[in-house]
């Protein structure tokens, strides 16, 4: 088994290599303006970290968010071409699920992302392997009462401290994570997801009011 692993769903382009033991190379960087520009050249440099190539890979693992339109398509696109490419299966993760996976807490927690226009993508997990609800998108304070006195991880956690007084890292997923959490998810025959983006909501982008449309006549 290898695994190349890689997520666009928060402001981290981050890409992992798993060899079926464990992570062999993993690399990230956090810029939400440019997903597109790095996301390449960080699976070029993981690659030649692990010594391998392109074509040595024989599953590709996404997170699927959810996250913003436009940077977590750059990711499930990505890997959608690669898996075309190579003729190899693409398995989709919830991005909440990675962050959970790595923060490794004992006991019930919530992990939240930050979703902008002053909202956090969010669930709650028993454990580090387990979610107890949906991903949702919502304003911290309509939340407060359903994570109150929870600690919480995620960048959206630490920009909310009134609504989530126990946040701490890590505040963005790793690819790293997403690779071992598919890994021993596979090695336990479960069927992953399929790599199909968890929007939540419409995009930012809208096509402008009184937009007028030329046909030639």
């Given at each position: ?144 009462e359903q994570v109150a006195g929870l600690p ?66």
């Amino acid at each position: 088994m290898l695994l190349l692993a890689l997520d666009t769903a928060t402001p981290a382009v981050t890409v992992a290599l798993h060899d079926g033991h464990d992570v062999i190379a993993s690399s990230s960087q956090v810029d939400a303006r440019r997903h597109g520009e790095l996301l390449l050249p960080t699976i070029d440099r993981v690659l030649a970290e692990a010594g391998s190539r392109l074509d040595a890979v024989t599953g590709i693992v996404v997170g699927v968010g959810p996250g913003p339109y436009t940077g977590l398509r750059v990711g499930l696109m990505t890997a959608d071409t690669f898996g075309l490419a190579l003729g190899v299966p693409v398995h989709g993760v919830c991005t909440l699920d990675g962050l959970a996976y790595a923060a490794d807490l004992e006991g019930p927690f919530v992990v939240a992302t930050d979703a902008r226009r002053k909202e956090v993508y969010w669930a709650r997990y028993a454990d580090s392997r387990t979610r107890l609800t949906e991903p949702a998108v919502d304003r911290p304070a309509d939340i407060a009462e359903q994570v109150a006195g929870l600690p919480a991880v995620g960048a959206g956690a630490l920009l909310y401290p009134d609504t989530f007084p126990k946040a701490h890292e890590p505040e963005h997923v790793s690819a790293a994570a997403l690779a071992r959490l598919a890994a021993e998810r596979l090695a336990a025959g479960e069927e992953l997801p399929a790599p199909r983006p968890l929007y939540l909501r419409r995009p930012d982008a809208q096509v402008p009011k009184n937009y007028k449309v030329v046909t030639p006549k």
